[in-house]
């Protein structure tokens, strides 16, 4: 649906220019076009002269036109979304990640079910549902494989389970390559040139996009820089390592060097993600309160962070770095002026150009909200598994 694609990207956009831009003939477009008017997923808008000749019609998307469900699957949260032709955020929903995969298929379901009665959208008017879960995943199968911190997550049939549990068709994709797909529908900078998304939350994991596709990878895994070495020194990993990324950015690492260094209570909870979690929120309070040890704490896990972000932002030859996670929001103090400073003093390709430093375009339910526009990238992408005859009748 290169046509659907264009015509939502355009804000207004003729049947001429559309034949200008696609290649295709006139009457290929009207007949598209027609269809796309059927199926009430374009409306005609107001009426422009361009040059000579008659006034043409402007074409625009009608984001009620159909919608997509998200939902990501985090230690701490699983968040669903139910977003609309456009991508916006119609309804949310977050609830504390409960122990086990049958429960949060439970939950999903039960969040879907209160989503599509809050906003009155009939099922019908639902293209699929896209879920995004930490990696590595088994697309074929449509199987998450072990998450490691996912208490009771081994070899799951999560998109199955899902979609037997919601009746929708399922996508299944990388917590990272959804938040990717999410900055690419809201991002006009990244359309064109390389850009990296980093994702921290308990773990760290990266994606890349070139002139607005995701780069996937052979398995659709790619991204996976939890053990770059970013400090000798650093903390231990459970690989055995020290200084990995995931380890450096990790919620524990952070609370742990809190606690060390006298800026955290040690009687602090942090044996579950929530509590880590928690505890971590507690760090950023007292470093945004003027403490200068938590402040410290994280300037040194963002450092690390920055080294690791030069390093494949040279690899890929990155003009863009977006950054963003359940954690960002947070972090994003401390953070964006190390990544920033680092970038700006390290990168090799420092001369060639800068690189831009931002936080996500789309906020916290990134994982999710990119979850449903994989679902919409399908219907808007000419594949034999897209939206081919359109979504199903209301
Ligand atoms: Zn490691």
Known sequence: ?????????ADG???????ASTGLALQTISNIVSRLLDQRLVVEGERRIEGRGKPRTMLHLDPQGAYALGVHVDPVVVTAVLVD?????????????????DAVVEAVADAVSVMLEAATVERDAVLGL???APGPIDLASGRVIHPPLLEGWLDVPLRDALAAATGFDVILEKDVSAAMTAELWRGNRMLTGTSLFFYTGFGVAAAIAHDGELFAGTSRNAGEIGHLIVDSDG??????????????????????????????DPRTPQRTPRELDAALTAVCVSAAGGDEVASDVLRTAARRVARGITVVADLVDAGVVVLG???WERLAPTFVPVVRAELAEHATLREMHA???LGSAVGESVGAVGAAS???????????SGLVGGPRRR
């Open 1 to 9: 649906m290169v046509v659907l694609d264009q015509i939502r990207r």
């Open 13 to 19: 956009v003729s049947r001429v220019e559309l034949a």
């Open 85 to 101: 032709l456009d991508g916006g955020v119609v309804e949310r929903q977050s609830i504390e990640t409960p122990v086990g995969p």
């Open 130 to 132: 896209g879920v995004a």
């Open 235 to 264: 903390p231990l990993c459970w690989c055995g390592q020290r200084g990995c990324i995931g380890a450096s950015a990790a919620p524990a690492t952070i609370v742990g060097e809190a606690v060390v260094r006298g800026s955290l």
């Open 325 to 327: 996670g359940p954690s």
């Open 355 to 357: 690189v831009e430093v």
């Open 374 to 384: 994989r679902v919409l990238d399908d219907a808007f992408t000419p594949r034999p």
